[in-house]
């Protein structure tokens, strides 16, 4: 059956959604990340969409879903490279996707989960570092 | 009906038409001297008599939207453009062709004096013809003023959206005037071509040039501010009055944003924000 790929990169678990997405997809897209954020006890996952093109409001709130459930997993979820249109398109539709954070790029998305998962360890550390 | 003398007359009288109309238009109590020359109206006037007297040689007087008034309808059309712009109202572009009525009929009563039948119907075909013609001059005249309004409305929107980079990954969108649908959807799009263009973390949304923030004007800056932020960015709105600080709080308006007073206090909080600082050089250090 067709899923989308999801990859380890050490504490993060990196996915890349390269096709367009329909409502199956996205429910297999949940139940897998759930699945290997519970076996891999990951601390982050970086959600790129920045092949998406098109969004209705059930993806839209797909992807509000998904990262709330991978924070009750415990894991730091940040979604990296929407589209402008599909921004305005999920704004316009009222799914804001408020507590969900987002980067522009997967760079900075990077820079952002290493960032949060360094900092409640090492604050007094290196907490000065460059962010 | 018999065969209309009206084409005979104009054929006929032209060279006296024209004299009298001009002379009538000129001793009008609307006659705009200061808008448009004497000579210009002379020529305006002859180019449409002329026009009107091979139209009416059809022996069509009463639909103008045939072919064989092409003519006449360019004229006018042309006529009332150039007037929009010399500042003339429409009525007084509409009586150009209503101050014709006069010389006209003048001239139908001394040749059908002894026809009375002829020329009440007579009257009534130059009647009907002369205020189609001027109907559609006024027709005309309103297109030309809707599109000098749409191309300024065009203008206002490239002129009051500009997105510009203020720093390294800060870019500041200074909103004049009032917000609506059209112009946010602008701004938004504009905004967020730009975050993707600089890589920029932090937008500044500096209203100060907003006059009003109601509700709906609220609404439009939420929904920016939400779309910047899936894209990755932080948005900061600055600029905001005393007067409207208080509007804000009286609706129950609430930006669920972070908020600055001045542009430059928004600008210090986005630096602090992306690890940045200016360092003001002392003299000794610029000097040595």
Redesign the interface.
Known sequence: MESIPILKMGDVLLVTIQVDMHDRLAITLQEDLTDRIASTSAQGVLIDISALEVVDSFIGRMLGNIAAMSRVLDAETV??G?R?A???T???LGL??RGVR????VD??MDLLRASLRSPAEESADGTD?? | MAKSRIPSILYAYEEELLEEWIREQLASDIWRGDLLPESELRRQSSEFLGALRQAAESDNLTDIMTPQWSEVREILTDLSRSRVQQGFAPWETATFIFSLKQPLFTRLRQELEQDADTLANEYWAATVLLDELGLFTTEAYQKSREAVIARQQQELLELSTPVVKLWDGILAVPLIGTLDSARTQLVMESLLQRIIDTEATIAIIDITGVPTVDTLVAQHLIKTVAAARLMGADCIVSGIRPQIAQTMVQLGVDLDVTTKASLAEALRLALQRSDQTIIRKSRDAAGG
């Open positions: 979604v990296v929407m402008p599909v921004a305005i999920l704004v316009e804001s996707l987002t980067a522009l790029n900075k998305g460059e962010g």
